[in-house]
């Protein structure tokens, strides 16, 4: 691995980046899309921690960043190197918390009469963005997978929850629903 402290290294000029075992892959490669994805969707989130937000909402932020950042290790290292065993690994009680998370979010909603926008508070807007950036996330990881790369089915689970979290907390954020702004369909032709 590179020294952390060196950030111009130049092994990236010809349009090839290294995997976590070192191994040397095109940067367009499936694995290095899914795994750059988690990366943005980790500074939306950050973007979204700079926000007023609700009690707690900052900590579950910080710990989400976390596990993000443990689950791009995992999609850069491939299933079959050595380095594999050493990593950080999403696991099935994850996701159980992520759902749990969305229960109780889901709880202190008004309920929603139609389709909601992205928008309302700035909180709000920046959480809609890190739903669709984990739902492509989740798009290219299946893609992956499809490809005949081995993928966690624990990391698919977790970035799906995560983009309803995404969702409900986003509405959390717009006065626990009563501030969305609603989808009004256009005049039938």
């Given at each position: 691995m590179p020294e952390l402290d060196k950030i111009v290294t130049r092994s990236g000029d010809s349009g090839e980046t290294s995997l976590a075992?070192?191994?040397?892959?095109?940067?367009?490669?499936?694995?290095?899309?899914?795994?750059?994805?988690?990366?943005?969707?980790?500074?939306?989130?950050?973007?979204?921690?700079?926000?007023?937000?609700?009690?707690?909402?900052?900590?579950?932020?910080?710990?989400?960043?976390?596990?993000?950042?443990?689950?791009?290790?995992?999609?850069?290292?491939?299933?079959?190197?050595?380095?594999?065993?050493?990593?950080?690994?999403?696991?099935?009680?994850?996701?159980?918390?992520?759902e749990q998370w969305v229960t109780e979010a889901n709880r202190l909603l008004k309920p929603a009469c139609n389709f909601v926008l992205p928008g309302g508070t700035r909180a709000a807007a920046a959480l809609h963005l890190a739903r669709t950036v984990a739902r492509r996330c989740e798009r290219q990881m299946v893609s992956l997978a499809n490809s005949g790369e081995t993928v966690n089915p624990c990391c698919l689970k977790f970035v799906n929850r995560l983009s309803d979290l995404c969702f409900v907390w986003a509405r959390l954020c717009n006065d626990n629903g009563h501030d969305d702004i609603f989808w009004q369909p256009g005049p039938h032709r």
């Open positions: 075992d070192g191994s040397r892959v095109p940067k367009c490669s499936l694995r290095v899309e899914a795994y750059g994805t988690v990366d943005e969707l980790n500074a939306v989130l950050g973007l979204v921690r700079c926000e007023q937000l609700p009690a707690d909402l900052n900590d579950k932020l910080l710990q989400l960043q976390n596990e993000l950042f443990d689950l791009g290790c995992e999609l850069a290292t491939p299933t079959d190197s050595e380095r594999a065993e050493s990593i950080p690994t999403v696991r099935q009680f994850q996701v159980n918390l992520l």
